[in-house]
């Protein structure tokens, strides 16, 4: 399994790991390797903007001597990198999840991982299947329950989910669970009644649990590179988000949509998630995120950190 994981993981982002890799090897740096990593970022999905910040840094550095070798480079790389998600705050200590995203964004398989990841932390956990639209949801989610050795309340169809996650609310409080996670319906951003909805979902959750800190996370499918940054921004004017679970970086090129996510958005990161297993997904962080772009680390899943 170990192995599993490693292989599977060796592959994130490689093609820019790869390319940095010889970069950073290079006994000499001229005018041509700083164009080539201007050209790798953007490749990577970085934008525009951060890539500027960044180039901005190597081109000084290089015009006042002090950039030499790859290893200069890299250490830049580093610390600009670092820099640009130095904004990433870490989540508060949430007690309710609300799950929001794109149909196929990976909400239900997040829903799955999250309550393993809070089950291991010798937290009760009750997941809610407020996605009552699609008539497969609640089976796909019965299964994730099962695994994730958390308890289940399903909708019934077509059941309008804001009582869903009254009832999942009542539930919640009456049996002294530690966590509540909602799996709410695939919503386009754009869908003014289904926007609405969340907003009602919302609102029941601060009625009925005012004492809890609610946590709205958006799943982000990183395949989708720069849309899914235009995705996020959009869902973040229709309603509040407080972090982005970034989903199915194993399929995914396209490591620097973090750095535009959190410069430009002022989203923090909250998770990572690749794979199909309960285990594969962590919490963000930023140093080990960097290390793992600039080739020093594995990305590995909580399990194994
Ligand atoms: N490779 C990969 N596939 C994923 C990941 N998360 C979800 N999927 C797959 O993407 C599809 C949609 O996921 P699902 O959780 O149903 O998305 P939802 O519609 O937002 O609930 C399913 O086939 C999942 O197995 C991931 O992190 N990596
Ligand atoms: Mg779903």
Known sequence: ????????????????????????????????????????????????????????????????????????????????????????????????????????????????????????????????????????????????????????????????????TFDACEQFKNQNFDALIIDTAGRLQTKDSLMKELEKIKRIITKQLPNHIVCTLLTVDAMLGQNSFHQAQIFHQSTALDGIVLTKIDGSAKGGIVFSIVQELSIPIAYLSWGEHIDDMTPFNPELYIQNLLGEVKLQSHKHQ
């Open 1 to 164: 399994m170990f192995q599993f994981i490693k292989e599977k993981l060796k592959n994130i982002y490689s093609a820019v790991t790869s390319q940095l890799q010889s970069i950073f090897e290079k006994k000499s740096i001229d005018q041509s390797t700083i164009d080539q990593i201007q050209e790798l970022l953007i490749k990577a999905d970085t934008g525009i903007a951060p890539t500027k910040k960044i180039i901005t840094h190597l081109q000084s550095a290089y015009e006042a001597g002090s950039l030499q070798e790859g290893s200069d480079v890299k250490k830049i790389l580093h610390q600009e990198l670092g820099l640009l998600l130095s904004k990433n705050k870490p989540l508060p200590q949430a007690t309710i999840f609300l799950l929001v995203g794109i149909n196929g964004s990976g909400k239900t398989t997040f829903a799955g991982k999250l309550a393993h990841f809070l089950a291991k932390q010798k937290k009760s956990c009750l997941i809610a299947a407020a996605d009552t639209f699609r008539a497969a949801a609640p089976e796909q989610l019965t299964i994730w329950a099962q695994k994730a050795g958390a308890s289940l309340i399903i909708g019934r169809p077509n059941q309008d989910p804001a009582s869903v």
